[in-house]
């Protein structure tokens, strides 16, 4: 894509590694801001090959395309950089307010700078060019708090979608390396995959640092009827959906359990392991997401014979889960292993 971009997507990168996301309030937010800055010089840069496509032209195919502002087509590798990186830039001006924990926006931000790196084919090379710093601009006023908050929502949503699709590419191109015998190559992009899967509960956290009770009066409500035609979940993510089938296609070409691939393949092993156990704690997270956001009610998508409540729902998801890994990694819950083998033989 150029020279231009090349240079603008590995100082984004730079940036984006050297955000203190354990830092001091004044000192995260100026490196936020930074970065920002610097995400925005580069999606300057991609849309001066092209502009960037008008999303609502485009026709939604799911109501949760709809109701997140996501949209899906065939795209040029410009416009899927100029798309991914506009995704990247508007959450990282957003993370210069949010209240996110330091490890989560360490996950979140590593996840950015894959996807930088990802989508522009920029090599994670160093890049000596200096970085100007951006003042922080004094209090004053702004949205109001509302209006940032319902923005959120839908803005740690958008780069959740982000690292799903480039986390499903990345497991994707592991699996065909697997098939073609270059194992160097798998295990490149196992890792990349794993950053992405990492940020997926960070990029959630995100989405969710507004009031719970805010969520409850104002958003939720709006996901589902009268105010959209059903109820939004997280099946209707298209993403996701990718995502699960391409770690689904991982494991039928590498089944074997956590102690005979460590036997055979131990780098594989220990990168599938990874790749797994950041799987099977996104499916951890999202439990004690929904409770502080929803704690004991029901999901808007459960029918209203269920026995369960949100949180009851996606702990089942999370067993099964667990089940299903509990002999593909090297610390596996064999307790619930066993339990549900119990059950499906009762």
């Not at 984004?12 to 830092?23: D, F, M, P, Q, W």
């Not at 109501?63 to 990247?88: I, K, M, W």
């Amino acid at each position: 894509m150029g020279p231009r971009v090349d240079r603008e997507a590995k100082r984004t990168a730079r940036v984006l590694a050297a955000v203190s996301t354990h830092g001091r309030p004044v000192e995260r937010t100026v490196a936020l801001r930074q970065a920002a800055t610097a995400a925005g010089e580069l999606a300057a840069a991609l849309s001066d090959l092209a502009p960037a496509l008008v999303g609502e032209g485009l026709p939604a195919e799911s109501t949760s395309q709809s109701f997140f502002r996501v949209r899906e087509g065939e795209l040029s590798d410009q416009q899927a950089a100029l798309h991914g990186v506009l995704v990247v830039h508007r959450g990282l001006e957003d993370l210069c307010d949010a209240p996110l924990s330091g490890s989560d926006l360490a996950l979140e931000v590593t996840g950015m700078r894959q996807s930088v790196l990802d989508l522009t084919g920029a090599a994670p090379g160093a890049d000596h060019g200096s970085v100007q710093p951006v003042a922080v601009p004094e209090a004053g006023a702004g949205p109001s708090s509302e209006s940032v908050w319902s923005a959120r929502w839908l803005i740690g949503h958008q780069v959740h979608v982000l690292f799903n699709i480039c986390a499903a590419v990345a497991v994707a191109d592991a699996t065909d390396s697997l098939r073609l015998g270059d194992g160097d190559a798998a295990l490149t992009r196992l890792a990349d995959a794993t950053v992405y899967v990492r940020g997926f509960p960070a990029a959630m956290a995100h989405a969710s640092s507004i009031p719970a009770d805010y969520y409850m009066a104002a958003i939720r409500h709006t996901m589902a009827p009268p105010s959209v035609d059903v109820p939004l979940s997280g099946r209707q993510h298209r993403g996701y959906k990718l995502f699960r089938a391409a770690m689904k296609d991982l494991l039928s070409v590498v089944p074997d359990s956590h102690e005979h691939l460590a036997a055979r393949a131990p780098e594989l092993a220990e990168a599938r392991d990874a790749l797994l156990e950041a799987d099977l704690v996104d499916g951890e997270r999202h439990v004690t997401l929904a409770y502080s956001m929803v704690h004991l009610r029901r999901s808007i998508a459960q029918k209203p014979e269920g026995p369960d409540n949100a949180v009851a729902e996606l702990r089942l998801m999370r067993h099964r889960r667990a089940a299903q890994y509990a002999s593909l990694i090297r610390f596996g819950d064999h307790y619930i292993a066993d339990a549900v083998a119990g059950l499906r033989h009762s």
